[in-house]
């Protein structure tokens, strides 16, 4: 699909984080309108994180890869201690990621035992690499309504989920699996209570947004994504019913799927996609090494 190649320039920009070992690069594609910065913590226990994500140069590669989307203005994308876990985005200011998120994703993953994976899948990696993604790519999203004057009916939250999902889907199906894999079981695997005045927050809960990645998923490629949805009850007997699995999506939502992912489809076609450099995006995707692993292959 065109539309799907296109938004492989913003998605693959965080592809890296998978692990790109190449040394950090001072200055970056010169094409960019995406300004980069790793500030020092000065926490000690983030300087590991620190010194590890600039070694794989996570955010050059994002500045890189976003390089075909002409802005109107610079945005300045910046990793830093925050003093809680996330900054939201405000207008005209930088997209921020918290090493305090970074660090609390990664003791997260730690419920899933080393070289095992839970029960639709999901590696330690997946999840730690799933969720990194989905925030830098929620960030993102705001900063691209923000700067292209994108209009969003109803919760912006929820419009920047739906880009994040929608730019995971368009890695190619093996990595996108790991990633919205990963991303949807942040939320799936939550132990926050919500109360009632919790429903009052600018985002979904987070079983609502664990759905919203996982139907992203099943209406892109209902086939790959398959294993995403709940059994039907073909072949039960007569008051028989399947067990609801709550890692699953529900059929009665699976069936309105792939209505939403097309609708995110055009909306990225109309707003986002005039804004691409196409010449410049050619050259993006001419290079194929974006994920690599630690040992650089």
């Not at 500045?63 to 996330?86: D, N, W, Y």
């Not at 919500?194 to 919203?212: I, K």
């Not at 209406?219 to 790959?224: F, Q």
């Amino acid at each position: 699909m065109k539309c799907c190649r296109h938004a492989i320039a913003l998605g693959l920009a965080l592809a890296a984080i998978a692990g790109a070992s190449t040394p950090a690069i001072a200055q970056g594609s010169q094409d960019s309108l995406v300004d980069i910065a790793y500030l020092e913590p000065g926490n000690p226990a983030y300087r590991p994180i620190y010194e590890r994500l600039q070694e794989r140069r996570v955010l050059e590669d994002l500045r890189e890869f976003l390089a075909p989307l002409r802005l109107p203005r610079r945005v300045l994308a910046k990793i830093e201690q925050c003093g809680t876990e996330s900054r939201p985005y405000a207008p005209g200011g930088p997209v921020a990621i918290c090493y305090e998120y970074i660090h609390a994703l990664e003791k997260f993953a730690e419920k899933i035992p080393p070289e095992e994976r839970t029960a639709r899948g999901v590696s330690r990696e997946d999840a730690v690499v799933g969720a990194f993604v989905q925030v830098v790519l929620n960030g993102m999203a705001h900063a691209v309504f923000d700067v292209l004057a994108v209009p969003v009916w109803g919760r912006e939250e929820d419009a920047a989920d739906k880009l994040a999902g929608f730019l995971m889907l368009q890695f190619g199906i093996e990595n996108a699996r790991k990633l919205l894999n990963g991303a949807a079981y942040f939320f799936e695997a939550s132990d926050r209570t919500w109360t009632g005045s919790d429903f009052s927050d600018v985002r979904g809960t987070d079983a609502q947004r664990f759905y919203n990645y996982l139907c992203i998923a099943y209406g892109g490629d209902p086939k790959a994504f398959r294993h995403f949805v709940q059994d039907d009850d073909a072949g039960m007997q007569p008051g028989q019913r399947t067990k609801l699995r709550l890692d699953l999506l529900p059929r009665s939502r699976a069936v309105r799927c792939a209505g939403e992912y097309n609708d995110l489809r055009y909306a990225f076609d109309q707003a986002i996609m005039p804004s691409v450099d196409r010449n410049l995006l050619d050259r993006v995707l001419a290079r194929r090494d974006w994920l690599r692993s630690d040992d650089g292959k």
